[in-house]
């Protein structure tokens, strides 16, 4: 299922590029990780590219970004609350990426307002002038793995019971009921992407508190040893961002083909202790050591995930391209010489 | 399964009596339909009642809703915001009956935000105080057959797939996450009941844009004619206000034993257009008739939905004892002397 031919390999480059060239398209979240790499993508096939990113702080954008490509994409900076910059933003794009959000679990449950402001209240403001100006767009948003809490059997498909474990997940939920609306009840081409453990290019090292990928990639280019909770046993599908950018890049040229929710997650799973390996190893960092978990991590994890995306590949053509042994090479080789850089978010 | 012995007969009310006898117990939204009901039936036990109740404009709150118990029980007129009331108000008591919300799909459609403050924001600013100082309490929510959206079987059991229709069911989803996050994440002993088509003395007939109970009970309480959308033959489990509140008491003396969720629906449905022509004979009203839906209820309209309660019924005992004739008749007891009085909510 999986090669190790790269995003830029194969039929899709020609084929979206063909799709995607002088297309008017939103980025919301464009200065994030994902977003960043979206939109470098967007840039590259010839889209013409607006952003709207708040530059929250303690999210994960990071002003080295959008270096190099900043001059060929319109950036708002501002929130999803402010309607007239908004309304300005959605009006006559043809598609509207929707990445804008906090994805801190743990700044979730310490701040859960903060993260319902962010990630519905934001949400509900932007689908709504989507609606008022521009009901004709096809609206892709970045949900979330979160959304099903623990597996009940493996791999996760997207008839899954649905049970988040914090409350980021609780909001990446209410956030999709949104757009769940806009498709059903006004007619919207809204899809929803639940994305699972993205890692790669631009990733938000510098930002405390979120998931181990972050985590360890911070320490291992810092040279510190690992410190893997539990056993480290739990397996994880581990996807690189190029492959999760392409998933958005087809669901959107899908249009009204796709469904409303797909799984976007790497279905081969490697375990924690795995990553943490390979991560020290190639950085020369100390062999990682198991400890035990602690409290606010133990209640929020959800154990051994990865997801079925048999949906996605047989509706989008979408199958992950990168393997994570692959993946990691290429995430450190672009996080090495800018070490420094990368652990602080710099100014908005 | 159904009897018509009334919420006062058999078993229950001496168990119940004994169980809340001096009990202290907070009830949100205490001056609303099926809270001040459930006011009622706890002073009517010898509960030691407090409530907290917002009064907000719209809501279902009604100013005569606590005549005759006013004087035993303790009313704080407070947003659940509201956090230092909120922290007084919570502290202390044994089970916190959580029914303060606004119910209304249409508003909910037309001003989302709204709904998002009121069904949401002020649940999680609630149950955080909850979290923090008194984390010992019992919490039972009221929720909503909402959660379901349209029925893909019937009766709908709480295994059935959630898609809420309107933003208040999304809304009311995020409010039972959580409630879920409350039980697993902090050890609460949180209760959520997916309440469906409750009716009964103390309904805001006086709001407009609700379901179409309250719209049916005005309308020939003002002799006038009803409208049923469609072919009226929705199939809809009409439950009494007192097998609701019945439901409540139940769940919170059950503690730690009770699930996380229950169905509270009455499982026997009556058509819509049976109701309507009940209610009109009951009131000498001419007759129903039949007119096209309008979009707006269209869109958010179900079809058929009838609950199985089975889960309630084996863990707590609970079956619904009213049958809708005599429901119809109690309600229409209760309203037809005071149709002046409540045609207005009178003043906060």
Redesign the interface.
Known sequence: MVSTSGFNGGWSKSALAFYYSELPVLVTGGCGFIGSNLVRALVDLGARVSIIDALISGCGWHHGNLTGVAQHVYLSHADLHDIDVVRQAVTGQHVIFNLAGEISHLTS?SN??RD?SIN??AQ??LL?QIRLHNPQATVVFASSRQVYGSARYLPVDE?H???????N???K??AE??H??LR??FGVNAICLRLGNVYGPRQGIHQEGRGFIDTFLRMVLKGEQLKVFGDGRQMRGMLYVDDAVEAFLRAAAAGTCASAVYNIGHPVPVSLIDVARQMAASCHAPEPVEVPFPCDRK??DIGDFFQNTERARSELGWVPQVSFAEGLQKTLEFFKPRIAERLHAGTP
Do not use: E, K, R
């Open positions: 449950m859960p307002q319902l519905a209240s509900l403001a709504d008839l019971p649905i049970s988040p474990v914090d409350y997940g609780v909001h939920l209410t009921g949104y769940a609306l059903h009840q209640a929020i």
